[in-house]
């Protein structure tokens, strides 16, 4: 694996995930005490989870994911494993580059998804990533462009 370090073109690390009963329980400490500005929102019903990113200093996030209801791998992960850590985001040059090298690597990699150029996603199996689900993805948005898209206004529709 050591000849292969860097290979996978990762720019950043995006956010890390963490799966909630509910969002809103999660906002005093998440929010209020460690100070993270709620930036990016979006409720996906047809995957049964919505998800909210909060900004800190230096431009880290955390996501928090939510079922909103009994179907779905976020209220799976919660029924499985409780609450705590889903995945990390990685941003990368080239997707599909980046897939496959993960693969050369011997990683499994699943659930690529390559339709929208707004927003790239595969995820590398948390059987390959020491029990953590690590999710590599490609975007044509800059920061503040993802920040309008995926508004937090639309919170409280």
């Known amino acids: 694996m050591d000849q292969l370090a860097g290979e996978l073109g990762v720019e950043a ?11 809103t329980s ?6 209020d005490l460690l100070g993270g500005v709620p930036n990016g929102f979006e409720r996906l019903s047809q ?7 909060l ?8 996501e928090l994911l939510q079922p909103i209801d009994d179907g779905g791998f976020v209220k799976s992960f ?36 390559y339709r929208d150029p707004r927003w790239q996603e595969a995820f590398i199996s948390p059987r390959s990533a020491f ?4 999710q590599l993805a490609q975007t044509s948005l800059s920061v503040a462009e993802r920040e309008r898209h995926w508004s937090v206004a639309a919170m409280d529709r």
């Open 78 to 113: 919660l029924d499985r494993y409780g609450e705590g850590v889903h995945h990390m985001t990685f941003i990368v040059g080239d997707l599909r580059r980046a897939v496959e090298r993960a693969r050369a690597a011997g990683l499994r990699v699943v659930d690529e998804d």
């Open 13 to 23: 690390l995006d956010h890390t995930a963490i799966a909630v009963r509910d969002i």
């Open 47 to 53: 995957k049964s989870f919505m998800w909210l990113t």
């Open 55 to 62: 900004r800190y200093p230096n431009g880290s996030q955390i």
């Open 131 to 134: 029990g953590t689900i690590i």
């Open 26 to 31: 999660a906002l005093p400490l998440y929010r």
